[in-house]
């Protein structure tokens, strides 16, 4: 798996919440491969909220939609009550649950998706200094992994 040039990723903490344990287990590699980010890692959306509850060091939620007990939509609603300000991306391979999604305000992306792509929004979702992607962002609104 080949990493990013740079890497402006590296050090930040991603919890993977996916019930597909083959699923579940290649996104985590790839994260962690390609981003150099720590990766947590929950195949249930209660286990998921146990990390989140316990204090557990969490920079940005992925999530998928289509999980079972608990989609990803409402998952992401109960994280936001709880940590209103931990970044929140949904996956899923149906464009309805994508458009639906980006109207109620969460950041979704369609499966298949790129490295390039998933890169991109991590950077944006934690305000990465990133010339590419972060132009526009004030100093004081970028996150270090420390952050």
């Known amino acids: 798996?080949?990493?990013?040039?740079?890497?402006?990723?590296?050090?930040?903490?991603?919890?993977?919440?996916?019930?597909?344990?083959?699923?579940l287990n290649a996104v985590a590699y790839l994260i962690v491969e390609a981003f150099g980010c720590r990766v947590l890692r929950a195949s249930s959306v209660?286990?998921?909220?146990?990390?989140?509850?316990?204090?557990?060091?969490?920079?940005?939620?992925?999530?998928?939609?289509?999980?079972?007990?608990?989609?990803?939509?409402?998952?992401?609603?109960?994280?936001?009550?709880?940590?209103?300000?931990?970044?929140?991306?949904?996956?899923?391979?149906?464009?309805?649950?994508?458009?639906s999604s980006l109207k109620a305000g969460w950041v979704a992306l369609l499966k298949p998706y790129t490295v390039q792509t998933l890169a991109a929004v991590f950077t944006e979702q934690l305000r990465v200094e990133h010339p590419s992607v972060q132009k526009g962002l004030l100093k004081a609104d970028r996150r270090t992994p420390s952050g």
């Open 1 to 23: 798996m080949p990493q990013l040039p740079d890497q402006p990723l590296r050090g930040f903490v991603i919890l993977v919440v996916e019930d597909d344990p083959d699923t």
């Open 46 to 99: 209660e286990y998921a909220l146990r990390m989140i509850d316990s204090g557990s060091r969490v920079d940005l939620v992925f999530s998928d939609v289509g999980m079972p007990e608990v989609d990803g939509l409402t998952f992401a609603k109960l994280v936001r009550r709880r940590r209103p300000d931990l970044p929140f991306v949904l996956v899923t391979g149906r464009p309805d649950v994508v458009d």
